[in-house]
């Protein structure tokens, strides 16, 4: 009876080490954390100014910096919007080129 006892708890802790264990591998790494000025000074401002403008609230648009050169990506509902972002990137003072991927639904 002891023997079933140790081997129940033994086994317990061989499920407990797994789950320690698959909690510390390394996660899959999202591709756009790589970009290497993705959260810089420049991209939240720029991001911040469109979450600020009423008529992109609510739009799903990321902005990626490449020197002077302003990446945004992400969706919105009307073109007026998308040359919206796009101008409101190019406000920026750091920015003089904007590359606009946007997507419109």
Known sequence: ?????????LLMLGFMA???????????????????????????QIKAWLLEAPDLAGSAIDVDL????????????????????????QEHEQINTVENNITVK
């Not at 009876?1 to 708890?9: E, K, N, Q, S, V």
């Open 1 to 9: 009876m002891c023997l079933r006892y140790r081997f129940g708890a």
């Open 18 to 44: 797994v789950g320690l264990l698959g909690g510390c591998a390394d996660k899959p790494v999202n591709e756009s954390a790589r970009l290497e000025h993705q959260d810089s000074v420049e991209a939240v």
């Open 66 to 89: 490449d020197g002077d050169r302003a990446i945004l990506s992400g969706f919105v509902e009307t073109s007026e919007q998308r040359e919206r972002a796009e101008a409101i990137a």
